[in-house]
């Protein structure tokens, strides 16, 4: 694959056995309480609409319309917060699981999974890590950028902005056809969910193929993914293992102030770290175009 020498797929299993230095994982902490308070909102609705006497019809037909409203509200509030409090409270509990893990940095290298954490009761015995070896590894950089959420114009920029982590991984070949195989692979496995018989699609680890640059982006801290330990703990391990790099990208500059190259340039960068969706919209901010004109303009470039 390339200078030096090969990367390879191995199991999960052979990965742990060598202890590492870094392990970056995602963090359990936000869904369980995120679900612990959707959970306590089901139970504590009812009991305080009970406390305060608003399932007593008082004998009136009103009284009875009122109150099956209320029923009926009652219901969907807590059916609803029961169903979402559930589903984070299951990625919670897989995120605890040992299996939840995205890097393993080692002094020889770093192994790389591919697999999503939610996906642990696929077969183990998968090939679904990526080793790379540290003379494989030309330079790791790590991203740090506030990127310009869309939304209402009349909302000052400034309270659309997402803070985005992620570390690139540029290696010394540039074939990255290996590992975006297995990546695919992944993503195309059948696995189980709570409903008896029915499958759902691996999700795959939150990872980036970067060919132009013979490189791969590992989502840090975005809209879906907060990985721990933090990127400036990460930075200070890894730094003194690999050649690294830290980029402070500029923050969005409002665009409409731009020349039209630099905005160009935005979209790019956005298309290249694969929110093609994200430049999209913002073209069709900025230009004016409907949504097929946006796409073809992104296209474009």
Request: proline fraction near 4%.
């Amino acid at each position: 694959m390339g200078r030096y020498g090969k990367i390879e797929l191995i199991p999960e299993e052979e990965a742990l056995k060598n202890p590492a230095l870094l392990t970056a994982k995602m963090s359990w902490v936000g869904h369980l309480i995120v679900a612990l308070f959707l959970l306590g909102w089901s139970v504590a609705f009812p009991a305080f609409l009970a406390m305060n006497d608003l399932f007593s019809t008082g004998g009136s037909l009103f009284g009875m319309v009122f109150v099956s409203f209320i029923w009926f509200i009652c219901s969907a509030t807590v059916l609803i917060c029961t169903l979402v409090g559930l589903v984070f409270l299951s990625s919670a509990l897989a995120a605890m699981k040992k299996s939840n893990w995205t890097l393993r940095a080692v002094p020889e290298g770093l192994y790389l999974k591919l697999r999503h954490y939610s996906d642990y009761r696929l077969n183990a015995a998968d090939p679904i890590v990526a080793f790379i070896p540290a003379r494989e590894i030309r330079r790791m950089r790590f991203m740090r950028q506030k990127t310009r959420m869309i939304g209402d114009k009349d909302i000052p920029e400034d309270k659309h902005l997402q803070n985005e982590q992620w570390l690139n991984v540029a290696l010394y070949g540039n074939d990255l056809a290996p590992i975006e195989t297995a990546l695919n692979e992944e993503r195309r496995r059948k696995t189980s969910t709570w409903i008896k018989g029915v499958t759902s699609r691996a999700k795959g680890a939150d990872i980036k193929f970067l060919p132009d640059s013979g490189g791969i982006r590992i989502d840090w801290t975005t809209r879906k993914t907060r990985l721990t330990p933090s990127m400036t703990a990460a930075e200070a391990i890894l730094d003194g293992i690999y050649r690294t790099q830290t980029d402070e990208a500029e923050e969005e500059a409002p665009l409409l102030t731009l020349s039209k190259e630099a905005q160009d340039d935005r979209l790019r960068e956005m298309v290249r770290r694969g929110d093609a969706i994200g430049a999209t919209a913002l073209a069709r901010e900025i230009h004016g175009l409907s949504l097929t004109d946006a796409h073809q303009y992104v296209k474009s470039l």
